[in-house]
């Protein structure tokens, strides 16, 4: 399995790199990717997340590990725990169609925003586990901090088809926000379909240990 996710998964091949900067904002690199796809058993997602206080990762199969497992087959969407120290962020793009929500598009990222593509094998389950948060004003005049993070969700890429996937934010009160891991499929009319996730249950854990044993 792992072999199989690593030919499906190849976005660390570069083709180019460039910075976007502006002032003081942070600079943004973009790398664009060779990965081999094949649309009659293969599928692309797109995965919003950043490298401030925003974290995402996803892996085949319908069940989700913890993070600090060393599961071979969670794939986290970002540079490392490291990463968000850095006043800076990188986006890697492999051709999908570009997305209907500006922000989700290189020019309308914001501050340490990044957006992955991806290609996954369709026809299995990909599980989904993204988290945000935030802080609002200065703790001494009456600021707070929250944060955020749903349940793992599952679902199955169709062969050729692309996905955005993204944590959509819903603030519920002044120091409380709920959110929702969304899944559309997307195409290049404007093609904008929500689709239907389902809870994830935790690996079992006969499971997690023989991952953590295996390591990344």
Known sequence: M????????????????????????????VT????????QVSARVRIQSGNDLQAASFRV?????????????RVS??????????????SVVIGMPQSP???MRIEGLRFKDTIREYVVPA??????SLSTAGDVGSSKYGG??????????TFTPIAGQDYDVYLALQEEGRKSHGCSIEVHHIDASGLDEPVQTHYAPKCP???AEAATKRGP
């Open 2 to 29: 792992t072999r199989n996710l690593s030919l499906f998964i190849r976005v660390l091949t570069a083709g180019g790199i460039f910075a976007l900067t502006a002032g003081c904002t942070p600079s943004h690199y």
């Open 32 to 39: 664009t990717a060779a990965p081999d796809y094949q649309p």
């Open 61 to 73: 199969g319908a069940c989700y590990s913890n993070g600090w497992q060393g599961d071979p087959q």
């Open 77 to 90: 969407v970002d540079d490392g725990f490291w990463a968000r120290y850095k006043y800076s962020s990188r």
């Open 101 to 103: 929500r500006p922000w």
């Open 123 to 128: 026809g299995q389950p990909i599980t989904l």
């Open 144 to 153: 707070y901090s929250w944060a955020c993070k749903p349940h793992e969700m």
């Open 205 to 207: 854990s006969s499971d």
